[in-house]
């Protein structure tokens, strides 16, 4: 008995062995060369390599970049209770969060209630949504600004400063229009 799982045991053992040596050799990007690279030479191919991520999704950057400048100024608002007309700390409604927010994230001045926000910049839809962009609900009553990964931050009118989802039912529900202004 002792035997047997001796000789099952070393033939697994060997087996993924041999799967761990095939998955490292065809990782490896070895030179069939006999000389050593030169320091140019390791230079030049990590920039051809850099290039080639940077070409790839630059769209990428400035979405990240968006996504990152929006919830810089999120962190500092986030709990702030709501108050309506409010504009500081102490209180904060939904159109004066996303005024402040897009001025401090990306120098945008908009205007101060939802009624006009809901004119700024062009129509979009949902399904184009980039982070900045203003989402809007409740027949244009609410405003938010979209984070990317269906995401939103907004001052709700009982929670305060938030992050909510475009799917949750109720968004989901009262979604109006979706606007670019960057």
Known sequence: MQKLFFTLT????IMMSLITLATY???ANASLSTKAA???QILNQ??????KVLA???SNHHTVSNANKVLSTYRQWAGTRYRLGGTTKAGI????????????AFNIHLPRSTAEQRHAGKSISKSDLKPGDLVFFRKNNHVGVYIGGGK???ASSSRGVITSSLSEKYWAK???QSRRVL
Request: charged residues 15%.
């Open 174 to 176: 009262t979604y109006t």
């Open 56 to 58: 790839k999704d630059t």
């Open 10 to 13: 070393k033939s697994v053992f």
């Open 38 to 40: 030169t320091p140019n």
């Open 93 to 104: 409604d939904c159109s004066a969060f996303v005024r402040t927010t897009m001025s401090n």
């Open 152 to 154: 939103f931050v907004h």
């Open 25 to 27: 050799s065809s990782l």
């Open 46 to 51: 990590q920039v051809t390599v850099k290039n």
